[in-house]
Nanobody
Framework: QVQLVESGGGLVQPGGSLRLSCAAS????????IGWFRQAPGKEREGVSC????????YYRGSVKGRFTISRDNAKNTVYLQMNSLEPEDTAVYYC????????????????WGKGTLVTVSS
């Protein structure tokens, strides 16, 4: 049974940092691309970042490039999203997703989703 469990969300001031973790079970992390999506209140869900299991390529939406870093630890079956220089616009529920293959993009191809973790950026 595939499970994705996010953790690490919380309240942080603008300019602060958080690291999200996604603990995966029920499948080999090195067989599938993994990514992060988010949904802000009243807005549509959007892709934030993903990492390929084939060549380690990473992808980021424009608004987080240079601030967010995705990484994976296959030995721990865990994916991370390091978020720096957080802005109020980053406030959202962040979801960890498994793609249906080893490749990914920020728009489609997702297979399983976690339940999400809330990130609130506010002073």
């Amino acid at each position: 049974q595939v499970q994705l469990v996010e953790s690490g969300g919380g309240l942080v001031q603008p300019g602060g940092s958080l690291r999200l973790s996604c603990a995966a079970s029920g499948f080999r992390l090195d067989y599938y691309a993994i990514g992060w999506f988010r949904q802000a209140p009243g807005k549509e869900r959007e892709g934030v970042s993903c990492i390929s299991s084939i060549d380690g390529s990473t992808y980021y939406r424009g608004s987080v490039k240079g601030r967010f870093t995705i990484s994976r630890d296959n030995a721990k079956n865990t994916v991370y999203l390091q978020m720096n220089s957080l802005e109020p616009e980053d406030t959202a529920v962040y979801y960890c997703v498994q793609y249906s293959s080893g490749w990914c993009d920020l728009g489609s191809g997702t297979n399983y989703w976690g339940k999400g973790t809330l990130v609130t950026v506010s002073s």
